[in-house]
């Protein structure tokens, strides 16, 4: 597509459950990025993936968060025994290649009840 | 690790005054670094950026930016903004810090122009 794509726009689940954010790249992009924002921060990293492999997980706040991209292109985001701390936009964005300009997509709100 | 400070939390501006949003970033090595700006509802959007050569870049919308490596500086300018320009502004870095593919956010500024 033209631009990173990101599915749902909105996710509301309860405390305890499991969520999937999905992400669709710009075509070609070799690097993705996963970032998390919460109102009145800027973007938090989480984790970025050079094709199929996590470059840098360092962001992931906890084991209950894990990330995938099994192709090297859609990436899922994976949260499990979800908490209200976790309700915040995910922010996707993908890049050419590494240390280039990426590009964001419009986010998924995931609010935890 | 890598990190970036933003000085001003909320700027508020009349039309055609001056702006000048400042950045600064830790790490002393070779970066890249960006500047984003969110709009009211929409996504993040590259306004400008810097990779080498000259350290006065120019952006899109009239904006520019100045890197000066002595100070890890990467201050936002535009001379006269716009109710247009109402939005809130990201300094980003890219590279150094042991982590070379991270890109890392200041916590924004939020711009408010009043018309």
């Known amino acids: 597509g033209a631009g990173v794509s990101q599915t749902p726009s909105n996710k509301v689940t309860e405390k305890g459950k499991y969520v999937e954010l999905r992400c669709d790249p710009i075509?070609?992009?070799?690097?993705l990025y996963w970032y998390r924002q919460s109102l009145g921060q800027g973007p938090e990293f989480l984790i970025y993936?050079?094709?199929?492999?996590?470059?840098?997980d360092s962001g992931l706040p906890n084991d209950r968060f894990f990330a995938v991209r099994p192709e090297g292109s859609v990436s899922t985001l994976k949260i499990q025994r979800t908490e209200r701390g976790d309700s915040a936009v995910y922010l996707c964005?993908?890049?050419?290649?590494?240390?280039?300009?990426?590009?964001f997509g419009q986010g998924t709100r995931l609010t935890v009840v | 690790a890598q990190s970036v400070s933003q000085h001003n939390h909320h700027v508020i501006l009349s039309e055609a005054a001056s702006l000048e949003l400042g950045c600064n970033y830790s790490?002393?090595?070779?970066?890249?670094l960006f500047w984003y700006v969110q709009y009211p509802g929409q996504h993040l959007q590259l306004l400008l950026k810097?990779?080498?050569?000259?350290?006065l870049v120019k952006g899109i919308k009239g904006f520019e930016a100045e890197f000066i490596k002595s100070k890890f500086s990467f201050n936002l300018r535009k001379p006269s903004v716009q109710w247009s320009d109402t939005a809130e502004y990201f300094c980003?870095?890219?590279?150094?810090?042991?982590?070379?593919?991270?890109?890392?956010f200041g916590k924004g500024t939020k711009l408010s122009v009043k018309p």
């Open positions: 810097y990779f080498s050569g000259d350290p």
């Open positions: 075509s070609g992009h070799t690097a």
């Open positions: 964005a993908s890049s050419s290649t590494v240390l280039t300009e990426a590009f």
């Open positions: 993936f050079q094709g199929t492999g996590a470059a840098d």
């Open positions: 980003a870095v890219i590279g150094g810090g042991g982590s070379q593919g991270n890109l890392i």
């Open positions: 790490y002393g090595g070779t970066v890249n």
